[in-house]
């Protein structure tokens, strides 16, 4: 963050640790930010399909009303659209791209955008 100081042109912008699923934690940092986050940007996390669910309760936890949540992920293993599905109905897609990669493994890209619904 110090290195893009002058670029994030003194908005407010935090770091924190995040323990996926962790009651006691997710309440602690609902307790800094009780309307949740507006923006909740994920990348290169869905690796381990048996953490989907600690990361889905995670991502629904913190996300505010009007939340837009950007994931991306190379896909691995073919498991990683489950992911994005297990956040419905409270999210809908609006938004995928694929990348191809560029790197020797050719590893394709997926990055996807989604909202919250309103209820």
């Known amino acids: 963050m110090t290195l893009n100081q002058e670029v994030i042109c003194g908005a ?6 995040l323990r996926w699923g962790e009651g006691a934690h997710l309440a602690q940092l609902a307790t800094a930010q009780p ?3 507006e923006t909740l940007i994920a990348s290169d996390v869905l690796y381990a399909p048996r953490e989907y669910d600690a990361l889905a309760a995670t991502v629904h936890a913190l996300a505010a009303k009007d939340a837009l ?11 990683e659209p ?4 297990r956040l419905a109905p409270a999210f809908e897609r609006v938004g995928e791209y694929t ?3 560029t790197t020797s493994k050719r590893v394709e890209l997926r990055i996807v955008e989604l909202a919250r619904v309103h209820i």
């Open 69 to 79: 949540v950007l994931i991306a992920f190379p896909l691995r293993h073919g498991d």
């Open 12 to 17: 407010a912008v935090s770091v924190e640790p």
């Open 99 to 101: 990348v191809e990669g």
């Open 35 to 37: 309307a949740g986050f």
């Open 82 to 85: 489950s992911f994005v599905e």
